[in-house]
């Protein structure tokens, strides 16, 4: 990792092929896009979130920058109900990069396999072993991953976890950009976590809070 900044965490979305009912026989739900955001958790005792809610660029509070890989699917295509959802088209995700490529791009560009991360629930990163080990590609993060969920329900004091549009409304934070939206998810899903270390509530370098093998989320919360 880089010793210079071992406060940085990457905040990552994933939007993967779905259907309205049952993929076509031989399909299978492949990631499309991957939204990452850098965090300086550093940043959430010196500058709260809510004071940038109308700054999107990097810079706002710890968000230092935001990023967004297309994957092109090998195994599945874009549905219509996957463009309504997540505004993607077929063609665009024509001119993204191979699986691997896009796991080879986290590691290198990104530091994804020494940098912890942190996405809303676990459905990201069981679509990333799932996927991984259906291609025989390696795996591209390291063993620290941090289902945010988590620690925001136990900093807020909820019974239930909230998806992330709903954390928004609890935070009283905006929903910036389209939801289904790897790249604005992420840079959301970044202030939350803000949010919660400001609170002193976001798990230490040793901690990953809760952890239940096995557990798949729904991509859409």
């Known amino acids: 990792m880089d010793t210079d900044a071992p406060d ?5 979305d ?5 259907w309205d009912g049952q ?24 500058v709260s ?14 968000r230092l920058a935001r990023h967004r890989i297309l994957v092109r699917p090998a195994r599945s295509t874009v549905s219509a109900f996957c463009t309504e959802l997540t505004g993607l088209t077929q063609a665009e995700v024509d001119t993204g990069v191979p699986f691997a490529e896009a796991c080879r791009l986290l590691a290198a560009t990104h530091e994804s396999g020494v ?3 942190a996405s809303w629930g676990d459905y990201d990163r069981n679509q990333f072993i799932r996927q991984c080990r259906a291609t025989g590609t390696r795996y591209p993060f390291g063993h620290r991953h941090i289902n945010a969920k988590l620690p925001f329900t136990a900093a807020y004091g909820l019974r239930k976890r909230p998806g992330m549009a709903q954390a928004l409304k609890v935070a009283g934070l905006p929903l910036e950009g ?8 992420a840079w959301n899903i970044a202030a939350l976590i803000l949010e919660v270390a400001a609170r002193g509530a976001w798990p230490g370098p040793d901690e990953t809070g809760e952890y239940r093998p096995g557990l798949v989320e ?3 919360n």
């Open 49 to 62: 979130p809510d004071r940038n809610r109308n700054r999107k660029g990097p810079g706002a509070g710890g």
């Open 8 to 12: 940085l965490l990457n905040v990552i």
């Open 23 to 46: 993929p076509p026989p031989g399909a299978v739900s492949e990631i499309i896009e991957i939204g990452l955001t850098v965090v300086d958790l550093s940043a959430a005792g010196r």
């Open 115 to 117: 940098r912890p991360w």
């Open 218 to 220: 729904s991509p859409w």
């Open 14 to 18: 994933i939007e993967a092929t779905c």
């Open 178 to 185: 389209r939801h289904h939206s790897g790249a604005d998810d």
